[in-house]
């Protein structure tokens, strides 16, 4: 990890990622790319698109539940990580807000 630009980073991140334990070289470079990329896929590509659409449809408890999703599949990435992880920040950021926008739908 010495050649990468930024090797306490890199270590810190593989550090906190249970995978690591088992991986190689090809197992680290999925781990730096692929961290809970199936989650934010998720939540951008379906939970947020759809519940914009569902508040435009005025089925407001679809709308909360989908930001409720959200909220959720990023608790689910920080729980993949065996302490604070690289993406801790990120993760309470897109929780908190997702859990404040049901909560402002829930007011509709």
Request: aromatic share 6%.
């Amino acid at each position: 990890m010495k050649k990468t630009p930024y090797p306490d980073l890199c270590v810190s991140i593989l550090e906190a990622d249970p995978r690591t334990e088992e991986s190689d070289i090809e197992g680290y470079a999925v781990i730096m790319v692929g961290d809970c990329h199936e989650y934010y896929v998720a939540v951008i590509r379906d939970d947020v698109p759809q519940a914009s659409e569902a508040i435009d449809e005025g089925d407001t408890g679809k709308a909360e539940q989908r930001m409720y999703d959200a909220a959720g599949k990023a608790d689910s990435c920080e729980k993949g990580f065996k302490r604070r992880s690289h993406l801790t920040s990120s993760n309470n950021a897109v929780k908190d807000v997702s859990l404040v926008a049901a909560a402002i739908v829930r007011l509709i």
